[in-house]
């Protein structure tokens, strides 16, 4: 080898080891950093906390108390949101949800915990505790998700019970709508279609559940946001999580609840990072002033945000014993 092609590989494997090296130092840095920050959160964390979408407020308080005896996150936000999917007058969750235009009730729900694990049922049929049933998915199969007829099959194995969802109040209603059906979302604050629920449990783990009927007179098969995770739902135990409510089309569309959560990464409060998802649906969307979005989220140190596109949404915080109804900020101000 000639000295001066010596000179010059030896020179470039200098610059590769103090390459690697910096970047080694970088990682590792950034390692720390992250434990550092962890560490800073839960000193700051001052108890449990209970977040979910719009006002509904047993569920939220039964969460609470559930964390107040010590539950872990995903077991209180799982007893949280089965409150409205037992309530028969909700009927935007669980039994008693509009159904698709063809009379039936198909439920979707997800749920994700502080490990990172995830489990989730769409267009399940006669079964009333979806959010139950994501759990069992997680926990009882090598998948993440499961859908219709081998959901509920699934949840039969495990001792799930059958029940018929269409209540009959919800019928009437549907017979009433199919004399001159209209397919299309209503911006109205009673028309929330999802509980999303986030918990931080005594020891700072983060967990969540999502669980709906999805849009009232649905397309058969219909599938929103709520049962994907990384849009209706995301958890990242080192950051905080999000939930999301509204058009589920247009959540997908932007993987909201994940962007949600990346925001915060980098440097994001809770408030500005669901200001900036619902944002980014606006600035791609020109129709947006014709259906709603709305998110919620929580930080590992237990800060909260929410923020909408039209006036009417609510959310509901529990902490220190108190279970509070939040108006959130909106888009449209007119």
């Known amino acids: 080898m000639k000295r001066r092609d010596f000179i010059k590989n030896a020179s ?8 690697g090296s910096s970047l080694l130092s970088c990682n590792e840095n950034s390692s720390e950093k992250t434990k550092t920050n962890t560490i800073m959160a839960l000193n700051d964390l001052k108890a449990p906390i209970a977040i979910c979408t719009w006002g509904f407020v047993s569920a939220n308080a039964k969460a609470g108390e559930e964390l107040s005896k010590g ?28 159904p698709d235009r063809e009379g039936n009730v198909t439920l979707d729900a997800c749920v994700m915990d502080s490990n990172g694990d995830c489990g989730s049922v769409v267009c399940v049929e006669n079964i009333t ?9 997680m926990t009882e199969t090598p998948h993440v998700m499961l859908a219709g007829s081998g959901a509920e099959e699934f949840a ?51 967990a969540g559940a999502c669980t709906t009927s999805g849009l009232s007179y ?11 995770i990384g849009s209706g739902l995301f958890i990242d135990n080192d950051i905080g999580g999000a ?31 669901c200001k900036e998802a619902v944002q980014r649906i606006t600035r791609k969307n020109s129709h947006f002033k014709d259906f709603q979005i709305a998110y919620i989220a929580i930080n590992k140190s237990g800060d909260v945000g929410s923020y ?27």
């Not at 505790?129 to 998915?137: F, I, W």
């Not at 059958?162 to 911006?187: A, F, R």
């Not at 509204?246 to 990072?273: C, D, H, Y």
């Not at 902490?319 to 109804?325: A, R, V």
């Open 71 to 98: 539950i872990k996150a995903l077991d209180a936000a799982i007893a949280g949101v089965s409150v409205e999917e037992d309530n028969i007058k909700n009927t935007t969750v669980g039994k008693g949800g509009a």
């Open 243 to 273: 939930v999301g409510t509204g058009m589920g089309e247009e959540i997908m569309k932007t993987v909201g609840s994940f962007l949600i959560v990346e925001l915060m990464r980098n440097g994001m409060s809770p408030q500005q990072a």
């Open 218 to 228: 649905k397309m058969k098969g219909r599938v929103g946001d709520s049962p994907i």
């Open 129 to 137: 505790n979806v959010a139950a049933l994501a759990k069992r998915v």
């Open 12 to 19: 470039l494997t200098g610059v590769g080891l103090t390459v």
């Open 156 to 206: 039969y194995s495990q001792g799930f019970e059958s029940d018929n969802l269409l209540t009959d109040s919800s019928k009437k209603v549907w017979e009433e709508w199919l004399k001159s059906p209209e397919y299309k979302p209503l911006i109205n604050i009673e028309n929330h279609d999802t509980i999303g629920m986030l918990c931080i449990d005594k020891d700072g783990d983060i």
């Open 308 to 334: 909408c596109i039209h006036k009417g949404f609510t959310y509901m915080k529990y902490q220190n014993g108190k279970n509070e109804n939040i108006h959130s900020d909106h888009y449209v101000k007119s």
